[in-house]
């Protein structure tokens, strides 16, 4: 539509631009009949096809109709309704105070936040009683009077129940009604929209309002519906860490993936916030954290997860989600095949299973695989053991290697490095060992299952988009700490390896061995080393870099968190230094893309890093051991 300022829609002078979005364009209009200001909104008709143009006309008068029925004091009225030119508009009351939107950008208290959302509570509660789904609940929406009182607007999107008919049907496919993607439920990208929806936006703008941020953001719409879809739901105490726990439990209430498991309704939420602000006792406070946890992993239970996630059937949960969205659909399942099929991977078909027991075998046995060594070194040590499989995967499908019980030489006299000195002979009993570092996608895992953080930042040295981004999926993960290591690992039913589980594993019981390939010359073939890329490689890069046992990566790429205090040789497992409540220094191994490789001595396999267990940084990873 051409600029329209200055010009008459019958009695409504249109004087001002007000803003634009999707769908239509709002100015400030003079009402010369009865002699007031009034906000007009209208349809942009270069938002729809020309050949959808007489349905949605029809569509607009009977929902313009049904707006003007409403009545509440937080809902801003719908004086009347016109056509312009060919292009439909409403007439609604014109408040002064700007949208919450402006009010927002950093933290509110977060008293004051549940005393602005729980009008407009309060109005979705009565639309909801009307039969009517606002379905694009978002701060720009609601806007302020000039007392600050809260009013919700903008019922472009709505959806009027039992009037689904193929008009509404095909104006929503083609993407015009599904909502604003930041603040869409997970089942309205598929049109599968209720009352629950609505209730989930709302817990949007408010945990916007409280932690200064949205649950999910990216640059696209499929980037936010495929973090949606497979990251759990970041904890507000995570950003106010002060949020008093009954605030945080409706949150997650609020905002749980499956409607299910959201409040029954709006009344029972605008309940909640009332009693939030009385100081009593929480619906939401009364729910387990398992199950609160449960609930905000999305679309499966924490049972489910520990039994499906990684598993071929987690790639069918998103084909519905992609299946409403017409044109962007093509995008999402593009990238979501790409991301889900580096996350998620069958696990080989077994060969023989046969039963083991580990010390983190609490409550459930492992599924346990025999597979094919692929990238075995020329000398190869075959256990003793001969019941015991080399190679598992673990109750996670992360490849395991096994290392047979035994002594060894552990450090080196001639080494460099003098932390490493004197060498002693320790034994140590069989263990399995990661095959690979782990992986972006494996620690995700964890994230999704609300049992990890996320690491503190999510790209890398040379990537801004490192952590979730698909491309770096079989990547080593950065930015954890030393705690967060340990919980990932116990989260697998395994632990953070010893010091001396992690030489055994690099070196075998070749003393004169100096790398974890043997002697030979350290080059960029071998490992990442300084030099070699400027960042980090796919775990699985460097085979002629394999030990003796099968383990890769045990040099160069990332330095590698173990269970060990930086406490000096000889090493003694029973002089406390695996003790994890004991404060100072663990040791990390094996050096790093970054540690220079001039003489080596950085990422010999007995070259020994003490770390600050806070420390979390782009040269440190994961690896971890369990029990035989």
């Known amino acids: 539509m051409a600029e329209i300022i200055g010009q008459?829609?019958?009695?409504?002078?249109?004087?001002?631009?007000?803003?634009?979005?999707?769908?239509?364009?709002?100015?400030?209009?003079?009402?010369?009949?009865?002699?007031r200001e009034v906000a007009i909104k209208v349809i942009r008709r270069d938002a729809f096809p020309p050949d959808q143009m007489e349905m949605l006309l029809k569509r607009f008068e009977r929902e313009s109709k049904s707006l003007a029925?409403?009545?509440h004091p937080n809902i801003v009225g719908v004086l009347?309704?016109?056509e312009h030119e060919g292009s439909p508009y409403l007439v609604m009351e014109y408040l002064s105070g700007g949208t919450l939107k402006e009010k927002l950008g950093s933290p509110l208290p977060w008293r004051e936040a549940v005393q602005l959302v729980l009008p407009i509570s309060q109005a979705l509660e009565y639309v909801h009683s009307r039969n009517i789904i606002n379905r694009d609940v978002k701060p720009s929406n609601i806007l302020m009077t000039e007392k600050g009182q809260p009013m919700l607007t903008d019922f472009g999107l709505v959806k009027i129940f039992g009037e689904e008919t193929?008009?509404?049907?095909h104006l929503t496919s083609s993407g015009s009604g599904l909502g604003t993607p930041d603040y869409m439920a997970p089942e309205q990208w598929t049109g599968e929209t209720t009352t629950q929806s609505d209730l989930y936006s709302l817990g949007v703008v408010l945990y916007e309002m409280i932690t200064g941020r949205r649950p999910y953001t990216a640059d696209t719409?499929?980037?936010?519906?495929?973090?949606?879809?497979?990251?759990?739901?970041p904890l507000p105490k995570n950003y106010i860490p002060d949020l008093p726990k009954n605030v945080e439990a409706v949150l997650l209430k609020a905002l749980a993936k499956e409607p299910a498991n959201r409040y029954p309704d709006m009344r029972t939420f605008s309940s909640e916030l009332q009693?939030?602000?009385?100081?009593?006792?929480?619906?939401a406070s009364l729910t387990k954290t398992e199950t609160l946890r449960d609930q905000m992993t999305g679309r499966i239970s924490k049972k489910e997860v520990a039994e499906k996630v990684l598993q071929p059937a987690q790639k069918k949960r998103l084909i519905p989600i992609l299946g409403g969205l017409g044109a962007l659909c093509v995008v999402v399942a593009l990238g979501g095949y790409l991301y889900l099929s580096t996350f998620y991977t069958p696990t080989a078909t077994p060969k023989a299973p046969t039963a083991i027991t580990t010390a983190a075998q609490a409550s459930a046995t492992p599924e346990v695989v025999i597979v094919e060594v692929t990238s075995a070194p020329t000398k190869t040590i075959i256990p003793t053991e001969t019941s015991i499989p080399n190679e598992i995967k673990d109750q996670r499908n992360v490849t395991m290697v096994y290392i047979p019980a035994g002594d060894f030489t552990m450090g080196a006299n001639d080494s460099g490095d003098v932390s490493s000195k004197p060498e002693n002979v320790v034994y140590v009993d069989g263990f399995y060992i990661d095959k690979y570092e782990t992986t972006n996608k494996e620690y995700d895992a964890c994230v999704y299952a609300v049992e990890c953080r996320k690491p503190l930042k999510t790209g890398s040295v040379t990537h801004n988009t490192y952590f979730?981004?698909?491309?770096?999926?079989?990547?080593?993960?950065?930015?954890?700490?030393?705690?967060?290591a340990k919980m990932y690992c116990e989260w697998r039913g395994a632990r953070l390896p010893t010091e001396a589980e992690w030489e055994k594993a690099a070196r075998g019981s070749d003393d004169t061995r100096i790398y974890p390939w043997g002697n030979l010359t350290l080059d960029c073939s071998y490992a990442n080393l300084h030099g070699c890329i400027g960042d980090t490689a796919p775990v699985d890069q460097y085979l002629k870099g394999v030990s003796v046992y099968?383990?890769?990566?045990?040099?160069?790429?990332?330095l590698e968190w173990t269970s060990s205090l930086a406490l000096p040789y000889p090493y003694s497992a029973g002089d406390g230094r695996e003790d994890p409540d004991k404060r100072g220094n663990r040791i990390a191994r094996g050096g790093s893309w970054h540690a220079f490789g001039g003489n080596g001595e950085n990422v010999r396999l007995d070259s020994r890093l003490a770390l600050d267990p806070a420390y979390a940084g782009a040269y440190v990873g994961i690896r971890c051991a369990v029990s035989q």
Not at 8 to 32: C, P, Q, S
Not at 228 to 233: G, K, N, P, R, V
Not at 275 to 283: C, M, Q, R, S
Request: glycine content about 12%.
């Open 8 to 35: 008459t829609f019958e009695r409504y002078k249109i004087l001002e631009r007000l803003g634009e979005g999707g769908m239509a364009t709002v100015y400030k209009a003079y009402d010369e009949r009865l002699d």
């Open 69 to 71: 029925k409403l009545s």
């Open 80 to 82: 009347d309704y016109g």
């Open 166 to 169: 193929k008009e509404n049907t």
């Open 221 to 233: 719409p499929a980037g936010i519906l495929l973090k949606q879809a497979t990251e759990s739901l």
């Open 275 to 283: 009693n939030l602000l009385a100081g009593k006792e929480v619906l």
């Open 468 to 484: 979730g981004n698909p491309v770096f999926a079989n990547y080593p993960v950065l930015y954890v700490d030393w705690k967060m």
């Open 550 to 558: 099968g383990v890769l990566g045990l040099s160069g790429n990332v």
